[in-house]
């Protein structure tokens, strides 16, 4: 089989999205001397303010996906939700790296799940919920406590219900039916920590794995990761088992991001994939010599992958909307940087609404624990917050 050419520095990467991911992949693609045209429908969009071009247009507008691809040699995704039609459009137009293979599963729960499974990879009891007959046998093989997830669309722990009695789950249902019809009910994990594995994979079968992070939740959006998490080897390499086997599995191309939970008696449960950079890789920008961005963008643009070692412990907290608000915050700054080996991420949103990303801070430490203490006491002396 023919391996695709490499696309060099100097040629036009299309990314749909422009949020703090497609930032981030923006910057470490013009790093490189690639241009970057981005699709997002907000005239300052995080990524936008950052890229060479910015076709400002929704993301499931079939001419401005057109236009993406006319000006792009290859596209990519911040975001994998992206409609059918856009895919299909971009796909016939321009090499599209994942493939549309990867970013339907990506896109939908119960896909994810059937996958792990069909992999042979160990995942929380699920079933879908189409009705209320369907949720009330779900909830007899499942038992509570559980948690009642819409298929598509959520992110951040939207679209989400724990049930802890059965009483709860007709409630539940109705309330999440109204948003997106089709659910998944899946066994409550009541895990010891959760840890992410972020692979990449090449065209060419290549895969490089970053070291297994912790990551530390806060009403079901990422707070904090630590890496390496605090695992034993044996335990941290069946996690990268895990992702290796999705990523090849999938035929992925680029980055592929997979949340696992580890339970009390260590077994290791599949949560979900994501394509793409991951929140939880962030520190690879500052401990690694090759960040989890330009990663993904050299198995993008078919170039070999970078070696995934990490060169210091390390660990990231987010700055959130209600952290930071529209920069109340950053009078404090100087003396939040004094703490030491902590860098600054800002995305540039221009508003500040609570659980909303706007930032991370990352620090650096002899072991990720000590990292992770560094990176919340210049949270704290930023936001108040710990
Ligand atoms: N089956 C489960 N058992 C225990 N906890 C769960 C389960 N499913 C989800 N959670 C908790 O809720 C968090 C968010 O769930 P999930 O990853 O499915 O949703 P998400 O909205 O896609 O999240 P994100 O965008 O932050 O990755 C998980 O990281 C975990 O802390
Ligand atoms: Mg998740």
Redo the contacts with the bound molecule.
């Keep these: 089989m023919s391996r695709p050419a490499p696309v060099l520095p100097g040629a036009t990467i299309g990314i749909v999205g422009g949020g703090q991911l497609g930032r981030m992949l923006a910057l470490e693609a013009r790093r490189m001397a690639y241009r970057v045209v981005v699709l997002d429908p907000q005239e300052d969009a995080p990524g936008a303010q950052v890229a060479d071009e910015h076709i400002a247009a929704p993301l499931g507008d079939l001419d401005a996906a057109r236009e993406l691809a006319r000006r792009s040699d290859v596209v990519t995704l911040e975001w994998e939700n992206a409609d059918a039609a856009v895919l299909r459009e971009l796909e016939g137009r321009v090499p599209l790296r994942p493939g549309p293979q990867v970013l339907e599963v990506a896109q939908h729960r119960l896909r994810e799940k059937e996958t792990a499974r069909r992999l042979g990879l160990p995942t ?1 009891k699920f079933a879908p919920v189409r009705s209320a007959e369907e949720l009330e046998r779900a909830l007899g093989e499942i038992g509570t406590p559980a ?1 009642l ?1 819409t298929v598509r669309g ?5 679209g ?1 219900a724990v049930i802890r009695r059965p009483e709860e789950a007709e409630a539940a249902r109705a309330t999440l039916s109204a948003l997106e019809p089709e659910l998944i009910l ?4 009541d ?1 010891r920590l ?1 840890v992410s594995a972020i692979c990449a994979r090449t065209d060419a079968g290549e895969i490089a794995t970053y070291p297994i992070g912790e990551n530390i ?1 806060r009403e ?3 707070d904090a990761s630590r890496i390496p998490a605090p695992i034993s080897p044996a335990l941290a390499a069946e996690a990268r088992g895990m992702g290796e086997a999705l990523a090849e599995g999938l035929g992925v191309v680029g980055l592929l991001a997979v ?1 696992i ?1 580890v339970g009390k008696d260590d077994r290791l449960f599949f ?2 994939i994501a394509p793409r950079p991951h929140n939880s890789g962030h520190y690879t920008w500052e401990a690694c010599a090759v960040s989890q961005f330009e990663q993904h963008l050299r198995a993008v643009c078919a170039l070999p992958l970078g070696r995934p070692e990490q060169l210091r412990p390390a660990a990231m907290v987010n700055l959130l909307g209600e952290d930071i608000g529209n920069g109340e915050g950053l009078p404090a700054l100087p003396e939040a940087l004094a703490e030491g080996a902590v860098s600054l991420h800002l995305y540039g949103k221009r508003e500040a609404r609570p659980r909303r990303k706007m930032g991370h801070l990352t620090a650096l430490a002899e072991d990720s624990a000590e990292a992770l203490a560094l990176a919340r006491r210049a949270r704290q002396i930023l936001t108040r917050r710990g």
């Design positions: 929380p948690v997830k959520g992110y951040d722990g939207r989400q899946e066994e409550w994990i895990f959760e939740h079901g959006i990422l949340e939970f949560n979900e």
